[in-house]
């Protein structure tokens, strides 16, 4: 059975960083797109960053030059790594696959989805 099971979340100060950890279990890891989402309360998903199977990342322009996504096939992992939080970051954080590969910028094009954790940039 595919999972998607984030990590690294927690409490940091304004300035600080995180690095997110999604580890997967699919067998064709390597084909997939993988993307990284939030949600803030019950607002809808937001775009964060993408990485496509090639490895050519997307991002959404507020994290530009701050946030940086990666993936390691070999572990099955995908990464986030965070710097420079501002408290306006704060949410759950989901990743989640694109069986096509791609890295899409839209909810409804992944197939698949972690059960998110959270991030809170608080002084």
């Known amino acids: 059975q595919v999972q998607l099971v984030e990590s690294g979340g927690g409490l940091v100060q304004p300035g600080g960083s995180l690095r997110l950890s999604c580890a997967a279990s699919?067998?064709?890891?390597?084909?997939?797109?993988m993307g990284w989402f939030r949600q803030v309360e019950d607002k809808e998903f937001g775009f964060v960053a993408s990485?496509?199977?090639?490895?050519?990342?997307n991002y959404l322009d507020s994290v530009k030059g701050r946030f940086t996504v990666s993936r390691d096939n070999a572990k099955k992992t995908v990464y986030l790594q965070m710097n420079n939080l501002k408290p306006e970051d704060t949410a759950v954080y989901y990743c989640?696959?694109?069986?096509?590969?791609?890295?899409?910028?839209?909810?409804?094009?992944?197939?698949?989805w972690g059960q998110g954790t959270q991030v809170t940039v608080s002084s």
């Open positions: 699919g067998r064709t890891f390597s084909s997939y797109g």
């Open positions: 989640a696959e694109n069986w096509a590969g791609l890295g899409s910028m839209r909810v409804e094009e992944y197939n698949y």
């Open positions: 990485i496509t199977s090639g490895g050519v990342t």
